[in-house]
């Protein structure tokens, strides 16, 4: 991760059962949210530089900011076989039981909503409230095509198209964001995501946030349905731009206000 970029300075890891180190950092507060980062970025990019940390925090709540294998400072394999929304789910369930968590509410946003939405699936009475954001009906890396996103990551360096016109437009952007992320493990974990389509289902209270703009939320109306959620749209947001609106928080926090039982 580039010095100029937000990182956890001072991270703690779990250890997973196939041998990864999940870097996260919790904050002081009450009833933590876990919070789930998407594809080609960070937790603390994600999370704390767009004022989600902070948000929380004045709501007197603490987070748990992770990083997904083969983002951030966590583990990053190589072999697309080690990524999967059960896999990924399984490692935010190691950092819950590092944390002595028994249950929390979680976030989670792209990428990062299908292993919310996998803890959920997998492990519903861990998950007390859930709220996923920037997602639809498509698995979004296989209908970008794999073949195509594999080689727009591991391609030398950042002389991509001009984002604003490139159908994997949000993903070079991520990428511009947070330069320093190992190419060869997200390759590997287009892979993998790719080859599981997504559960759109939820057993637990679900609320999905989407932006008006956002072309990869299409179907988002169907994807509520699914979800049984609440479904809230930003107006003029896109994919990027939905993160850090005010209005995602004022949508989300008040879905989440009641205390956790944890």
């Known amino acids: 991760m580039d010095a100029a ?58 987070a748990i ?3 997904l294998r083969g983002h951030g400072q966590s583990s990053g394999p190589h072999d697309g076989g080690a990524y999967s929304p059960t896999i990924l789910a399984g490692d ?38 859930l709220v996923v954001g920037g997602i639809g009906t498509e698995e979004q890396f296989a209908r970008w095509g794999v073949d195509v996103v594999r080689s727009a990551l591991l391609q030398p360096g950042d002389t991509w198209a001009d984002v604003a016109d490139s159908p994997i437009g949000p993903l070079l952007a991520s990428l511009r964001q947070a330069p320093g992320l190992d190419r060869e493990a997200l390759a590997a974990c287009v892979t993998g995501m790719a080859a599981h389509p997504l559960d759109l289902s939820s057993p637990v209270p679900t609320l999905l946030v989407v932006g008006e703009a956002d072309p990869v939320t299409q179907g988002r109306d169907e994807a509520a349905q699914k979800l049984g959620a ?27 206000e009641r205390a956790s039982t944890s």
């Open 5 to 62: 970029q937000p990182s956890f300075a001072h991270p703690s890891f779990a250890a997973t059962g196939d041998g990864q180190r999940i870097a996260y950092e919790r904050t002081e507060g009450g009833h933590p949210v876990l919070l789930v980062h998407g594809f080609a970025t960070t937790g603390a990019l994600t999370w704390e530089a767009t004022g989600w940390v902070r948000a929380l925090a004045e709501d007197g709540r603490g």
């Open 65 to 67: 900011v992770v990083d």
């Open 92 to 129: 935010l369930l190691a950092v819950l039981d590092t944390e002595g968590l028994e249950q929390v509410d979680v976030i989670g946003y792209s990428m990062g909503s299908y292993a919310a939405l996998a803890l959920a699936q997998t492990a519903p009475q861990r998950v007390r409230r």
């Open 230 to 256: 609440e479904l809230v749209v930003i107006p003029k947001r896109n994919h990027v731009t939905t993160l850090s609106a005010r209005a995602f928080k004022q949508a989300a926090l008040p879905f989440l």
